[in-house]
């Protein structure tokens, strides 16, 4: 071997090394950062189809508008969603899908949908109508303030739902849920609830529901693409 091919053998070997120490020293890229909401996601996509769907009814176990849950707390959500997953409340759609989601995937579906709010700013609150001599005698008959608070949208405890505002005809297909007993397919177990409901006819609950769903809220059906 010739000494000049010797040097160039050997240049060549420290340049090959000291591209792989910088190669070895260079900082990974970070990950890229979580998308923001849960657009796109899977778990959100099974949602999307009623609950982001502005006036989309349900026609099971009646018609009734599907609730509005973006801007619902986030603790009343996972809870209203472990609550379908166990069975405490009877949906068959619902059970199908929270069934399908862990303890995880719930808190995220949750999270998104607590944090969702309008592209567009929400319209100042109205002056809330006052409630008729007869409606403000079942709601205080069925101390509903002691819970869900006395605008119905600041509850007392964040498992609670916010009620402002929400579908009347959601609200009374739900309140009709906590009196219905022995029904494979339809019903909610809340001792609470349900002892709370007990007192009223449906004409009554129908005309609270009527009520609370007039009052201005914080909740929302924002319209969302689930191929985003």
Known sequence: MTKTLALSLALAGMLLSTAQAQTAAAPTAPAAAPAPSGAGDSRVAMCIGCHSIPGYQASF???????????QSQKYLEAALQAY????????TMHGVAASLGDQDITFVAAHYAQQTPAEAAPAPATPPAASTEVAALLTKGACASCHGANFSKPLDPSYPKLAGQHPDYLFAALKAYHTENNAS????????GAQVKQFSNAELKAIANYIGSLPGELYTVPQSRFR
């Open 186 to 193: 339809v019903g909610r177990n809340n001792a609470i609830m």
């Open 61 to 71: 176990p009646q018609v009734y508008k599907v609730p509005m849950i973006s801007g």
């Open 85 to 92: 997953k166990k069975g405490d409340r009877k949906h068959p």
